[in-house]
């Protein structure tokens, strides 16, 4: 299964793509780049759940597809690493691109199965790999789909990448 981001997330709070949840925005396309950004898969209980006060993994953790959440088989802990991760900066439209690899979850489900619509977007910080220390940066809605075993690719859209920064 493959799902197109069509570059319509919505930002949870821009802070949190910034240095240790602060106020510098300005410092979000530096450490997009240097930090570990998640994709994590969350099932339709995850909008009824969208509030500001939540900040970090914990705070969703129930509408997830991992441990403590749908538990499907094989799903990685706070979903998966983005890799080839990238910024460019936009000076005709006056905004920063982030753009990452396509993510794909490897043999999920097959066992104990879930459906998914929703992408999370989370950053961990350097304080340490937990759920309470990953911040939520943003969510997509994507198409109800089920694991059933196979792999699930998220193709993130060509030409806008994956968020804005302006």
Request: net charge negative; proline share 3%; hydrophobic share 40%.
């Amino acid at each position: 299964m493959t799902f197109y981001n069509q570059g319509k997330c919505m930002l949870m709070d821009p802070r949190f793509a910034a240095s240790g949840g602060g106020t510098a925005v300005g410092e979000a396309p530096f450490e997009l780049l240097l930090d570990v950004i998640r994709v994590d898969l969350h099932t339709a209980a995850f909008f009824a759940a969208i509030d500001l006060d939540h900040s970090t993994h914990t705070d969703i953790i129930a509408t997830g597809l991992g441990t403590g959440g749908s538990g499907v088989t094989s799903y990685p802990p706070r979903g998966k690493a983005l890799a080839g991760k990238t910024v460019v900066m936009d000076t005709t439209n006056d905004l920063a691109k982030f753009d990452a690899s396509n993510s794909t979850f490897t043999g999920i489900g097959n066992g104990t199965n879930a459906t998914f619509e929703y992408l999370a977007l989370q950053r961990e910080q350097d304080v340490g790999d937990t759920d309470a220390n990953t911040l939520l940066i943003a969510y997509v809605a994507v198409s109800a789909t089920t694991t059933n075993g196979g792999n699930i690719t998220i193709v993130w859209d060509p030409t806008d990448g994956i968020l804005h920064l302006t």
